[in-house]
């Protein structure tokens, strides 16, 4: 819980979200224990999540809306994502919703569900 808000944080060690599947599978465990948001740390994201022309962040966004639980990605953007803008400003799209947003640590997140 975060200021009264469920949140299921995805462990370090836990498997890696590469499929539109292993996000509904995501979507179901933070169901299960009835958490709104799931925080999941960016190397807990497979690399061709931050590679937009792969159409990943796209459909893994889209399977939480589409389920009700936002999703907060948690971490630095790995050097290996894409350097052009787009990624720059899906994330700064991404960030001014309520859906999805792209945090530092869990204390920013913590403090932006205030």
């Known amino acids: 819980m975060m200021h009264d808000v ?3 944080v995805w462990p370090t060690d836990a498997p890696v979200v590469a499929t539109e599947q292993d996000a509904l599978d995501l979507i179901g ?3 299960y224990q009835g958490a709104r948001w799931a925080a999941v740390p960016v190397e807990r994201l497979a690399p061709e ?3 937009l022309r792969t ?3 796209g459909a893994i966004v889209q399977k939480f809306a ?3 639980v936002r999703l907060a990605v948690v971490g630095e953007i ?3 994502a894409d ?3 787009a990624l720059r400003d899906f994330v700064r799209e991404c960030n001014r919703g309520t859906q999805t947003w792209f945090v530092a640590d869990l204390t920013e997140l913590e ?3 205030k």
């Open 6 to 8: 469920p949140v299921l």
């Open 29 to 31: 465990n933070a169901g």
């Open 49 to 51: 999540f931050f590679v």
């Open 55 to 57: 159409r990943l962040a």
């Open 66 to 68: 589409q389920y009700g």
């Open 78 to 80: 790995p050097a290996t």
């Open 83 to 85: 350097t052009g803008t």
């Open 111 to 113: 403090e932006r569900l």
